[in-house]
């Protein structure tokens, strides 16, 4: 080798021994940060998970300067004098090249948004199985939530149902459900187990009876399955925010201060959220999997604020709006609409990952990304957790 290949050959290694350093530099700096992160839902029905016009809940944060926000929402174009909000901007074409025009932007990374998905009338049947079958499992010794077992069943549920049930019977028992979680009295829970016995008169499998006596028998521990759950447990956006602060306290470590959109359920459980951004506890990883997080949660304050106070909302509102008309697109098939079609060509599935609670075909661990590897199981220790937690002062009040 000559002695200009050999220096050439440095030069390139020193180069790309700088970047990897620079990259690193960055990281370290990035992880010392506390910066403000900035929520918005949309789809937001709490409980109602079977509303008809809003099918997708979407819980979107992110974290710009107040000039990077600015510079997001003039690529909208808007001339109005109100604030941006998607409802708004999507009513004409111009609004929805603004929209898209903001979601193309090289800002919209997956260092600076974050994204959950709820597909809702799914997430009820998660939830039969989360709240009901799971704990009657537990009483037996068995752990649900071992391989994703409590995913994979929910999966075959949902299909199942839909495919195997007469669609107003289906409903009526989801809508018992709902009222029982919410209710818990004794008379919704008779309604809700009659719901769940007339679905068997007009299955059109018999080999799926097993299944819908399998929930039946639930019956018998319910009143203890469903002691400590409160009528908030069927809202999206308590789970969303809990899973996106996992989420932001893995890149920032030493914590950031959560800007949430008014929010009413959110402000109802702001004590929940106190303890669960416990500082003073050790830090503790739970979970299984690809589920694993640590727990304390590394907000280190909870705020609400109006849109208007603050660029980054409106961004917020635009990014979970965006999601959730996709998704909804995505859920029904949509071919034709121009936004969606747009919205679509954006490969919005890189940010997403496993962050939705949607519903899949797939049933094995392997395909499920849940092969058990050890861990703790989360709905012991959290519990444990929380008993213990002193709630923190700068998100309690």
């Given at each position: ?19 990897r350093n ?26 109602n ?7 997708i ?5 992110c ?17 109005s ?5 998607f ?14 025009r ?5 800002l ?9 998905i709820?597909?809702?009338?799914f ?17 037996r ?11 994979a069943?929910?999966?075959m ?19 018992s459900?709902?009222k ?16 769940v ?14 299944y ?20 908030f447990?069927?809202d ?6 809990f899973?996106?602060?996992v989420?932001?306290?893995e ?17 109802k ?12 506890q ?8 690809r589920?694993?997080?640590k ?8 705020t ?46 890189r ?33 444990y957790?929380?008993m ?10």
């Amino acid at each position: 080798m000559s002695r200009n290949s050999q220096a050439k050959r440095k030069s390139k290694h020193a180069k790309k021994t700088r970047k990897r350093n620079l990259i690193k530099d960055k990281t370290i700096r990035e992880k010392l940060r506390v910066p403000h992160i900035y929520f918005d839902e949309s789809g937001n029905t709490g409980s109602n998970l079977l509303d008809k016009d809003q099918t997708i809940f979407t819980l979107a944060s992110c974290q710009y300067s107040d000039a990077e926000a600015e510079k997001l929402l003039g690529l909208i174009g808007s001339k109005s004098a109100h604030e941006i909000h998607f409802k708004r901007l999507k009513r004409r074409k111009a609004g929805q090249d603004g929209i898209v025009r903001l979601m193309s932007s090289k800002l919209i990374c997956k260092d600076k948004i974050a994204i959950n998905i709820f597909h809702k009338e799914f997430m009820l049947a998660s939830k039969i199985v989360d709240i009901l079958i799971e704990h009657m499992m537990h009483l037996r010794g068995e752990d649900l939530y071992l391989n994703g077992q409590n995913i994979a069943l929910s999966n075959m549920l949902y299909y199942c149902l839909g495919a195997f049930c007469d669609d107003d019977s289906l409903k009526e028992m989801y809508d018992s459900f709902i009222k029982m979680i919410k209710e818990q009295t004794d008379e919704a829970i008779d309604d809700f187990y009659n719901s769940v016995e007339s679905l068997i008169p007009d299955l059109r499998s018999k080999d799926f009876e097993k299944y819908i006596n399998m929930i039946l028998k639930t019956r018998r521990c319910v009143k203890d399955a469903l002691n400590g759950i409160d009528k908030f447990s069927l809202d999206p956006s308590i789970p969303a925010l809990f899973a996106q602060c996992v989420n932001w306290g893995e890149k920032y470590p030493k914590g950031f201060h959560v800007i949430h959109d008014d929010s009413h359920t959110i402000e109802k459980q702001r004590l929940l959220f106190a303890q669960f951004m416990d500082w003073t506890q050790d830090d503790i990883e739970l979970g299984y999997d690809r589920r694993k997080y640590k727990l304390p949660l590394k907000g280190k304050s909870l705020t609400f604020s109006s849109s208007d106070s603050h660029y980054q909302l409106q961004v917020a509102d635009v990014i979970a709006s965006s999601f959730a008309y996709w998704a909804a697109g995505v859920s029904r098939g949509e071919k034709e609409d121009y936004l969606f079609l747009e919205l679509e060509k954006l490969n919005f599935d890189r940010f997403i990952g496993h962050n939705k609670i949607w519903p899949t075909k797939d049933v094995s661990p392997e395909d499920l990304g849940t092969v058990h590897d050890g861990g703790l199981n989360a709905a012991a220790y959290t519990s444990y957790f929380l008993m213990n937690a002193e709630p923190n002062p700068q998100v309690a009040t």
